[in-house]
């Protein structure tokens, strides 16, 4: 059975991504959860090619890493999962999408590392990152208004794109900010996904602080199950 190393629910956006395709589609993987970090994490993933980093998925002795490439190669070998849209459009900018969620929003992911388990009333978001929040935004609006006639994803069908983005609707979770209908209706499909709901639960079962995913601002814990 292959294996899928991850850091802990409550803090590992990159983590997140590929569990989620996992359990969204009952992939036959076995999850293996690892303190961030930790030096059990560390000598864990010395002898791999992953740079000390989760996610990493291994498929007997071949492995990979990187969220979008675990994704996909699980999305090969497990056609049925259709891990991107099939129209060839939609494919396109569901690939666009990702990797610009891959790439970007360094400012946004700086100011508001994903906490499951804590909120910041007051907390205010630079102009900067407020500029990203509308960014993502747009893409929600492009891709769901374009695309998403089908269901209640991105891209109508759960695909690749919605895991890229689950984690930035766990950041919300955490720092208010002010959103769309569209992309509030949006939040609400991420957050009422068993899948998600399964991630959250796992992260309040974890005792593990990561200091530097912690604000430094005043926070609050949300009672599990409260999105």
Known sequence: MMKLLIGNHNYSTWSMRPWLFVHYHELPVEVICMELFSDDLLQTLEPHFSDGKVPLLLDGKFEVWDSIAIMEYLGERFPESASWPTNREARAVARAV???????????????????????????????????????????????????????????????????????????????????ETSQNYCNTINQCESVIRWIDQAYQEQGVVDADEIDWPGESIPPRSV
Request: with cysteine; glycine share 4%; net charge positive.
């Open 98 to 180: 990702s990797a610009e969620m891959h790439s970007s929003f360094s400012v946004l992911r700086e100011e508001a590392p994903m906490n499951i388990r804590k909120r910041f009333p007051g907390y205010e978001l630079s102009k900067q990152a407020l500029k990203e929040v509308s960014r993502i935004q747009n893409i929600w609006r492009h891709c769901r208004n374009n695309y998403g006639a089908n269901g209640p994803w991105l891209f109508g069908d759960f695909s690749i794109a919605d895991a890229m983005y689950a984690p930035v609707v766990m950041r919300f979770r955490s720092v208010q900010v002010d959103l769309d």
